[in-house]
DNA sequence: TCAAATAATATTGACAACAATATACAACAA
DNA sequence: TTGTTGTATATTGTTGTCAATATTATTTGA
């Protein structure tokens, strides 16, 4: 399968804001994207406005282009979406998953609890993302599943600001460990409940972060 | 404020779409739509792509693109989430209404018993519209009303084939006072289940007719 | 010095034309 | 009939160019 410019450009470019190469607020030139990628500025024009739609990215009449910069108030709200959508993940995964997706849950399990044990929070936090990603497949609801992935990747450029202590890694996995058991017994209401307060606490915590940092609100960052 | 052409396609489309005009399957034709419209491909082009983004429409590659035709499957577990996010307004609603868009609430509330007495199915379908808004307003978290709103759109298309009987109006307006009268007495947890099972319900029904039509999922439908 | 008017510049939108690719169709052979 | 090859066609992607509009910089006049 073949791929266009546009495509091809939509993906570099999610990836760079995602991983935290295009901070929230850098001006994306269209004519320097152009030079940068040897292409015309029609396929940049058209990725970009992907990027726009799907709110990675926002527009100012006349004044430019630039990574997306959700203001804090914003941001809480998205937490508090988060929440209820790995919430309800947690719930309907308690009441469909199969065997062979529990193994799969308590494998990802375990290896969230290794990489604790060396205190790798670069690991960790791939291992994490397994757990999760385990934990949307056994909700059998692909839609769900989806947005619950969309909605993360928007929240990634901002929770690179995270402070990954090695306490909240050890915290975390224990609450892993809550929600997998709720799981296991089919504990709906609890493997909700557990997975919301789960998600709440780093949206807390980040926010307390945010919080201190005064500067985050108004810096205008430029391209790199 | 002075919109661009794309926009502007953007949102004939995605009107004509959610409206019924275009109906799920069909094809959407460049070449025909740049004549229609009376401007050259690009900007159809650029309004059919963010379109695939938001999920309204899909391209097979080489073959076209055609308004999105969403699978059976696809559409109990949207229902399933649209559910979720109903509820968590109403939930929040019950937590954060403030005096006057209670009163607002409550407006709305009455004109769907007005609309009810009349029995006018069309009247009926905007009040509701109207309802549910006021409780998205006073769940004071603009991201959730916004994304659910969305997701609304999508299951649109769809929803015209739900049988609005009197019977279901009617049905439909008592949830509506239940719902109202929770968030009200500032029960989260009542609202949250009201709403959970008036918007399930409406995906049951709906449901079990699509089930009846043995045509629809098959159906390929061409411009009119 | 300040403000209004004007010029220079950047951003954005749109078009027509060209190019590449995959599909559909038809002619042909087995 | 069935299958294969080649040709025509439709779809899709990209480019260079032009045009419109708003912002920024500069000049001008008081």
Chains 1, 2 share one sequence.
């Not at 203001?71 to 065997?99: H, K, S, T, Y």
Request: charged share 30%.
């Amino acid at each position: 399968m073949k791929r266009s410019n546009t495509q091809k450009l939509k993906d570099a470019l999610e990836e760079d804001i995602i991983n935290g190469q295009l901070l929230p607020g850098a001006k994306l030139d269209h004519d320097a994207l152009a030079a940068k990628y040897g292409v015309s500025r029609t396929p940049i024009r058209e990725a970009i406005q992907q990027l726009v739609v799907s709110g990675l990215v926002t527009v100012k009449a006349k004044k430019g282009t630039f990574v997306a910069k959700v203001g804090f108030d914003q941001l809480i709200e998205m937490f508090e979406v988060m929440a209820e959508l790995e919430g309800m993940c947690g719930r309907l995964a308690a009441r469909r998953i199969q065997p062979a997706e529990l193994e799969a849950l308590r494998a990802a399990l375990h290896r969230c609890e290794d990489s604790d044990v060396m205190s790798d929070p670069d690991d960790y936090y791939y291992e994490n993302e397994e757990f999760h990603n385990c934990i949307y497949t056994a909700s059998h609801n692909s839609f769900l599943a989806t947005e619950a992935r969309q909605l993360k990747q928007r929240l990634k450029p901002y929770r690179r600001l995270q402070l990954q202590t090695r306490n909240r890694v050890s915290t975390s996995v224990n609450e892993h460990r809550r929600i997998f058991e709720a799981i296991e017994k089919g504990q709906e209401y609890e493997a909700e409940q557990q997975l919301k307060e789960h998600v709440l606490i780093q949206g807390t915590r980040f926010s307390d972060f945010v919080s201190q940092v005064k500067t985050f609100g108004n810096s205008s960052q430029e391209t790199s």
